[in-house]
């Protein structure tokens, strides 16, 4: 699969200390899955967690899911004894936390070979946003909003008004270099309706999907970073109207009393390589 159009609608994070949590996720229907050896580990728990996780993913059954394991940082005691092992994990890439700069990619990338992605979660990450995304190995980037919301010192609001700048830093530093971006975690996993606002707000904005901490959440995630049906009808009509209109030697159509350019065909063409590549995850 195309990896620019590999979905990433839902990205669970999953303890890699928990059996029972790395055995339910081979059944869950999420696009990808951050197997955390990071903050969802307790210290104590750190060296037999990445035991434990080396062995789930060698087992298998994760099937198509996209398999991400985050390591704890390297001025840590356990992030390069994390990094090699990940390096020889059946995973697709690896994810440092609280990146701050492209020379921390660089000592990362020193010891695997995996692609990398980065947790965008502190106010210099946000500000060295554009060198990070450009790092060569760097597939993807993760906001980290509880931990910047902590060096923030901001307040929860519904409409995440605290995190806007931080979050179009970050939007505009992946869509310039080509990077997946998906958003921060919704941490009441029994609100639902909190969480599908939260989703629609991310997916209006341009994130490719959501980060999540429950399997409850998979469903809502799945949903709101898919395009509708209705999207999907439009695209078709777009499209085939610009074919017409370009048969009779014009560069511009009308749909729905809107106009239509090769901008917008190229924008209709991408929700429905979107809505295939979804499909395909099924088969
Ligand atoms: C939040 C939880 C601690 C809740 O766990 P639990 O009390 O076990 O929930 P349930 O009893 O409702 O669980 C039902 C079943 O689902 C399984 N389960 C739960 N969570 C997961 C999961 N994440 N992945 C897979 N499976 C999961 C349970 O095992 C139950 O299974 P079964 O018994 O077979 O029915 C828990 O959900 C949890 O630990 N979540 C992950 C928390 C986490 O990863 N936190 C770190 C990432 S968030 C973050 O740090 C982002 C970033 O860095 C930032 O700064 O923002
Ligand atoms: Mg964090």
Redesign the pocket.
């Known amino acids: 699969m195309d990896l620019t159009l590999r979905p990433y609608r839902s990205v669970?994070?999953?303890?890699g200390s928990?059996d029972?949590?790395?055995?339910?996720?081979r059944g869950?229907p999420v696009d990808a899955?951050?197997f955390?050896l990071?903050?969802?580990v307790s210290p104590g728990e750190k060296p037999a967690a990445r035991e434990t996780l080396a062995a789930a993913l060698a087992q298998g059954g994760y099937g198509k899911r996209s398999k991400i394991v985050?390591i704890n940082g390297l001025e840590t005691e356990w992030g390069e004894a994390d990094a090699k092992a990940a390096n020889d994990m059946d995973c697709d890439a690896v994810l440092l936390?609280k990146v701050e700069s492209p020379e921390q990619l660089d000592a990362l990338a020193r010891l695997t070979d995996k692609p990398l992605w980065a947790?965008m979660?502190t106010p210099k990450g946000m500000l060295n946003a554009a060198a990070i995304g450009a790092h060569p190995q760097l597939m993807g980037m993760?906001?980290?909003?509880?931990?910047?919301?902590?060096e923030l010192n901001s307040r929860f609001r519904a409409d995440r008004l605290p995190m806007m700048a931080s979050l179009g830093l970050c939007l505009l530093a992946a869509k310039a270099t080509g990077c997946v971006i998906v958003d921060?975690?919704y941490?009441a996993?029994k609100d639902d309706a909190g969480l599908k606002a939260e989703c629609d707000q991310g997916r209006d904005m341009g994130f490719d999907g959501k980060?999540?901490?429950?399997?409850?959440q998979v469903e809502i995630a799945n949903a709101a970073f898919a395009p509708t049906e209705a999207e999907v009808e439009l695209a078709k009509r777009q499209i085939a109207a610009f074919e017409e209109a370009e048969k009779a030697g014009q560069g511009v159509a009308v749909v729905d009393g809107k106009i239509v350019e090769n901008l917008h065909v190229a924008t209709a063409q991408s929700v429905l390589a979107k809505a295939e590549a979804i499909a395909a995850l099924g088969e």
């Open positions: 669970l994070y999953i303890p928990k029972r949590a790395l055995d339910k996720a869950l899955i951050i955390d990071e903050d969802a985050r936390p947790m979660e993760v906001m980290g909003t509880n931990d910047l919301a902590k921060g975690v941490n996993f980060t999540l901490i429950h399997p409850a």
